[in-house]
């Protein structure tokens, strides 16, 4: 089955402590995207990757961290230095080229950070 | 202002109901559109893409207006499956890159 893997569904972490997310794609998309969602707000963009080793912040990518070292995944980091961690992490991924835009997501990750 | 501002509801209409959300959106610049369907607690999956002329999938109908800058989803003949969250996306071509900028969602309940 192609899709979007994220793990895990749930996460629970002690404040000040790192965290990463895992997101694989079997779907061969070259984009790759990291969203959080809070209650009552829209989702907002973290960090993309359009190629392998290459990457770019979005509107909040203060306190996270990624990496693009293979096509398939791109794990986000939460680090310490994130004020308000505890939220819903979604992955999303595309093909690039055509004219298609739109993105399609993984189940998404629940972090609490106590 | 909100780059893409849509009425929160909730929107309760009676299984059968013809229902309708509109969305609002600022950059002018705005290339593409979506509407997404989120379940309580899931992720927010693709209902249909939404072009100038208008496009219609089964029950769904999704309009673009670009003079006034909305988009409208239109549900006829409601289901209780069709209770969701429906968010309107606008993608911003910026060169070779993408953004889609996501709306806070319309909270639909259907009910008996």
């Known amino acids: 089955d192609g899709g979007i893997t994220q793990s895990p569904k749930y996460l629970f972490r002690k404040e000040g402590q790192n965290v990463t997310l895992s997101c694989e794609q079997n779907?061969?998309?070259?984009?790759m995207y990291w969203y959080r969602q809070d209650p009552g707000q829209g989702l907002r963009l973290i960090y993309y990757?359009?190629?392998?080793?290459?990457?770019q912040k979005g509107d909040i990518a203060e306190g996270y961290s990624v990496s693009r070292e293979k096509k398939e995944s791109f794990p986000l980091t939460v680090t310490s230095a994130q004020k308000n961690p505890t939220a819903f992490y979604l992955c999303a991924s595309r093909p690039l080229g055509g004219s298609s835009y739109e993105q399609y997501f993984g189940p998404g990750t629940r972090l609490t950070v106590t | 202002r909100k780059e893409v501002e849509q009425d929160p509801g909730p929107f309760n209409v009676p299984e059968g109901a013809t229902v309708a959300f509109n969305c609002t959106y600022s950059?002018?610049?705005?290339?593409?559109f979506f509407w997404y369907r989120q379940d309580c607690r899931k992720e927010p999956k693709l209902l249909m893409s939404?072009?100038?002329s208008g496009n219609e999938d089964g029950r769904f109908t999704a309009q673009l207006n670009r003079a006034s800058q909305y988009i409208s989803l239109l549900i006829r003949d409601s289901k209780l499956s069709d209770s969701a969250t429906y968010l309107c996306v606008v993608n911003l071509r910026a060169g070779t890159a993408s953004k889609l900028t996501f709306g806070t969602g319309t909270r639909l309940q259907v009910t008996l």
């Open positions: 990757s359009q190629i392998v080793n290459d990457f």
């Open positions: 779907l061969n998309h070259d984009a």
């Open positions: 950059n002018s610049a705005s290339q593409s």
């Open positions: 939404v072009y100038s």
